[in-house]
């Protein structure tokens, strides 16, 4: 006799499961619409506040392309709203998971809730100043070798948009480390002896970023490392010594 569940039983047995998922995903998909549009409809002031903050002194900021105010908008939108949803998301995630934990693993996980969203707002921030650093640079060395200098805005924008949220995400693998060494599906004799690993990991991930310079790759690793490290040295000692 065959007990292989059909495809129907499957469906079926799954289909709470996938509808609570599909459920969760358009509302944080609706937070993002929503704070979207905002951002589109308000991409003019968005975008004087971050040049003003950026703080780009005499660097010509120029368009490039009559449609560009489109781009802008969007650009806007997309930072608005990844702003705005990744917190909901992180929260959305832990709901969802609470059936699958026991009352202490899920606490556990609440417990690290309000140090996830500060690091995203730490890693967030972090990324921000990078790019107001290679502005920076960028605008001192057309000084001293007396070149003109001129940015496109819409270049720029997406370029703040990437660093900064991928920084902010690369910010929250202290909080996965923490869980996994406390749920012990990981042990922290194991993220010592990946170590190497771990710095590999961070240089190729600061690679990706759109600054291209040396100093900007160390700088947007050291970061990267430390929070690894800090991390185990944490859980060392808040675990006293139990691997």
Known sequence: MNNTPTIQENINRYSPLLSEVRKRLLFVFSIFLLFGVTGFFYYEKIIVFIINLIDLGEVNIVFTSPFQFLNLAISSSLLIGTIATIPILIYQLLIFLRPALK????????AFLPLSIFLFIGGFTFGFFMMRYVVSIFYSKSLELNIGNMLD????LSKILITSSLMGIAFQYPIAMSLLMRFKIVSLTTFIKQRPIAYIVAICFAAIMPPTDILSLILLTLPLILLFEI??????VLRKGVI
């Open 103 to 110: 009352v202490k693993e899920y606490r556990s996980v609440i």
């Open 153 to 156: 805005i819409s270049d720029l």
């Open 231 to 236: 991390t185990l040295f944490l859980n060392r």
